[in-house]
């Protein structure tokens, strides 16, 4: 009888502990189903929480000069500048405005002319406007010209034509063949 009162009580107590564990085990899903959905926000709050770190980093000074609705492009550019990895060529077009556009050390005239592109494109993001820009009548029309030298070879580097940090290069109308 002793025997059978032992058999009853293990099986009562692994009953009992398999019953415990199970319950541990709802009770943890539970606790992270709360977890989940304490960590879930609506996309909108998500943005607003993210726009105000982003407001916050752009006023540190190295990145004091970036608009509020900064790229991450833009952030990369302005790092890049700071260690010498990029320059800042100053682009005059007609209108007398300057573009203030940022190439890698080692960049092409055609990456300078795609660099103009994405710094347009953003810009009318930002301002509103002109909705299309027809690049290829751009090119076709103008010049980028540095020091009276017109930039024509898209895979000449800005260094060949002698271009550094700061320097000017001019859109110009090109004159019409007869």
Avoid at 69 to 98: F, H, I, P, W
Avoid at 111 to 130: C, H, P, S, T
Avoid at 153 to 171: A, C, Q
Wanted: aromatic letters at 6%; one cysteine or more; charged letters at 40%.
């Amino acid at each position: 009888m002793d025997e059978l009162k032992e058999e009853n009580l293990k099986n009562v107590d692994k009953a009992e502990l398999e019953e415990k564990t199970v319950v541990d085990e709802i009770k943890k899903e539970q606790e992270e189903e709360e977890e989940d959905e304490e960590e879930a926000l609506p996309h909108s709050e998500f943005l607003d929480i993210f726009e105000e770190g982003l407001a916050l980093m752009v006023q540190d000074p190295l990145l004091c000069d970036l608009p509020i609705q900064v790229t991450l492009e833009e952030v990369n550019s302005q790092v890049a500048l700071e260690y010498g990895q990029a320059m800042t060529v100053r682009v005059c077009k007609a209108d007398e405005e300057v573009m203030p556009i940022v190439v890698v050390q080692s960049a092409t005239v055609l990456d300078l002319k795609k660099a103009i592109r994405r710094y347009m494109e953003l810009k009318q993001q930002r301002e509103g406007g002109v909705k299309h820009i027809s690049w290829k009548y751009v090119w076709r029309t103008f010049h980028l010209v540095f020091n009276g030298e017109k930039l024509e070879d898209d895979k000449r580097k800005l260094k060949d034509y002698g271009i550094k940090n700061r320097d000017e290069v001019t859109f110009l109308k090109k004159l019409r063949r007869k």
